[in-house]
């Protein structure tokens, strides 16, 4: 039986053309390259979580640096998850609808979805960090989808059961991610001061207010043109230099009665921006199944496209 099925599948691949063929080889080929990349990238996050030591915030130099503690909201205007309504630090939500409320074939729309950007804290015993989520690859701590007949819910379960999975009805579908306060935390990213001590020196400051100052050449005749001709002569230009000057000075005196802000962002070079509330070694062994999958991925689909190959032209 295996015989005739391997006998089938050989003649299959000689009968089609040869412009099917080549468009499935690219497929194939295709396919396998996707799953190398997956499968490397996959393993060089594994990799760059197991060797990178964990730094405390007390002590954390500025770099890219990875980080272990809690989540924390900031004071202020609180954060609720749009679907369940629940507060958070961090969310993400999609509304998708069917045509069949049973739910069976007819694909899903999306009709909305969203990120939150809002900033919180990672804190750990030693001090705390802002944490700036944009661009994040975030793992949440609650992941709930489910099923309902309105665009808007009623009411959110507080986990995806095995009942709703089973027994769901309605032609809405609502899925949503969230990280809330005190969960735990763990990240790699940007490690960086705001504010302190580390600003633009008076000379930077001074050229900075100039640039912002010719821009409004109005503003600069009012104050300046000590003559009334409209213009700013030479004298004239130096009393504005004195008092960008005077200014800049001012401004860095102010920035520094402030302590500095901590923040953790994405790099600016695009290196890999993680948040996760699953433990430090759950995300390198997720990643590390990952690279598995993709390597036997890019293997499967490599040898079945030498054998395809093969087969047709010996």
């Given at each position: 039986?295996?015989?005739?099925?391997?006998?089938?599948?050989?003649?299959?691949v000689?009968?089609?053309?040869?412009l099917?063929?080549?468009?499935?080889?690219?497929?194939?080929?295709t396919?396998s390259?996707?799953?190398?990349?997956?499968?490397?990238?996959?393993?060089?996050?594994?990799?760059?979580?197991?060797?990178?030591?964990?730094?405390?915030?007390?002590?954390?130099?500025?770099?890219y640096?990875?980080?272990?503690?809690?989540?924390?909201?900031?004071?202020?205007e609180?954060?609720?998850?749009?679907?369940?309504?629940?507060?958070?630090?961090?969310?993400?939500?999609k509304v998708?609808?069917?045509?069949?409320?049973?739910?069976?074939?007819?694909?899903?729309?999306?009709?909305?979805?969203?990120?939150?950007?809002?900033?919180?804290?990672?804190?750990?015993?030693t001090?705390?960090?802002?944490?700036?989520?944009?661009?994040?690859?975030?793992?949440?701590?609650?992941?709930?989808?489910?099923?309902?007949?309105?665009?808007?819910?009623?009411?959110?379960?507080?986990?995806?059961?095995?009942?709703?999975?089973?027994?769901?009805?309605?032609?809405?579908?609502?899925t949503?991610?969230?990280?809330?306060?005190?969960?735990?935390?763990?990240?790699?990213?940007?490690?960086?001061?705001?504010?302190?001590?580390?600003?633009?020196?008076?000379?930077?400051?001074?050229?900075?207010?100039?640039?912002?100052?010719?821009?409004?050449?109005?503003?600069?005749?009012?104050r300046?043109?000590?003559?009334?001709?409209?213009?700013?002569?030479?004298?004239?230009?130096e009393?504005?230099?004195?008092?960008?000057e005077?200014?800049?000075?001012?401004?860095?005196?102010?920035?520094?009665?402030?302590p500095e802000?901590?923040l953790?962002?994405?790099?600016?070079?695009?290196?890999?921006?993680?948040?996760s509330?699953?433990?430090?070694?759950?995300?390198?062994?997720?990643?590390?199944?990952?690279?598995v999958?993709g390597?036997?991925?890019?293997?499967?689909?490599?040898?079945?496209?030498?054998?395809?190959?093969?087969?047709?032209?010996?």
């Amino acid at each position: 039986m295996t015989g005739s099925y391997f006998y089938n599948f050989v003649s299959f691949v000689q009968s089609l053309t040869p412009l099917v063929f080549w468009m499935l080889g690219i497929v194939i080929g295709t396919a396998s390259v996707a799953c190398c990349y997956f499968g490397v990238n996959a393993l060089y996050r594994s990799r760059l979580m197991a060797d990178m030591p964990t730094s405390k915030l007390r002590s954390a130099a500025q770099g890219y640096i990875e980080v272990q503690g809690w989540a924390q909201m900031m004071p202020g205007e609180p954060i609720y998850a749009p679907l369940s309504g629940m507060p958070c630090v961090w969310y993400s939500y999609k509304v998708e609808e069917t045509g069949d409320s049973s739910g069976g074939g007819r694909g899903w729309t999306t009709l909305e979805s969203g990120v939150s950007d809002a900033i919180f804290y990672l804190v750990d015993q030693t001090g705390k960090c802002v944490i700036d989520p944009d661009g994040a690859e975030v793992t949440p701590s609650v992941k709930v989808r489910w099923r309902g007949n309105t665009r808007r819910p009623m009411i959110a379960p507080k986990k995806t059961s095995v009942w709703s999975m089973l027994f769901h009805a309605g032609s809405f579908r609502f899925t949503e991610c969230r990280i809330h306060e005190y969960d735990p935390l763990y990240a790699i990213g940007q490690f960086t001061g705001v504010g302190g001590s580390e600003q633009a020196s008076i000379k930077e400051a001074t050229g900075d207010l100039l640039s912002l100052w010719k821009r409004d050449r109005g503003g600069l005749l009012q104050r300046f043109d000590a003559n009334r001709d409209g213009q700013i002569d030479l004298d004239e230009w130096e009393n504005v230099r004195l008092a960008a000057e005077k200014q800049a000075i001012s401004n860095l005196y102010e920035s520094q009665q402030h302590p500095e802000i901590n923040l953790l962002k994405k790099p600016a070079d695009g290196r890999t921006f993680i948040l996760s509330s699953s433990s430090q070694d759950h995300v390198i062994a997720v990643n590390r199944r990952k690279a598995v999958l993709g390597i036997v991925g890019f293997l499967g689909f490599g040898l079945a496209l030498a054998w395809s190959v093969k087969q047709r032209f010996g």
